[in-house]
């Protein structure tokens, strides 16, 4: 059983910034990609940004130059650290690990989401 919990969600301004946490605890072997999706109203779900173990990095064009993944991954925790934020960024930011389970299993786990709202 592997567990993921998200947290740093809030309202702010156009322009400011939050940083978002996502850890990972349970029956954990090794993790490999982290990411961070999106999902707004009306939407479907899309890629924010990638990490995979190493620290090689993706974003999504929407994001890029604005928002930075990272990764601890003695504390198998990821976070999304979002600056200038923009109205459209408004969404629930779910995290997903890719995680080799300690029964060798590997399987992806989702968080339950933390909310972000950026007003005008």
């Known amino acids: 059983q592997v567990q993921l919990v998200e947290s740093g969600g809030g309202l702010v301004q156009a322009g400011g910034s939050l940083r978002l946490s996502c850890a990972a605890s349970?029956?954990?072997?090794?993790?490999?990609?982290m990411t961070w999706h999106r999902q707004a109203p009306g939407n479907q779900r899309e890629l924010v940004a990638a990490?995979?173990?190493?620290?090689?990095?993706n974003y999504a064009d929407s994001v890029k130059g604005r928002f930075t993944i990272s990764r601890d991954n003695a504390k198998n925790t990821v976070y999304l650290q979002m600056n200038s934020l923009k109205p459209e960024d408004t969404a629930l930011y779910y995290c997903?690990?890719?995680?080799?389970?300690?029964?060798?299993?590997?399987?992806?786990?989702w968080g339950q989401g933390t909310q972000v709202t950026v007003s005008s």
């Open positions: 997903n690990a890719d995680v080799r389970t300690t029964s060798r299993s590997r399987l992806y786990y």
């Open positions: 349970g029956s954990i072997l090794s993790i490999y990609a």
């Open positions: 990490i995979t173990n190493s620290g090689s990095t």
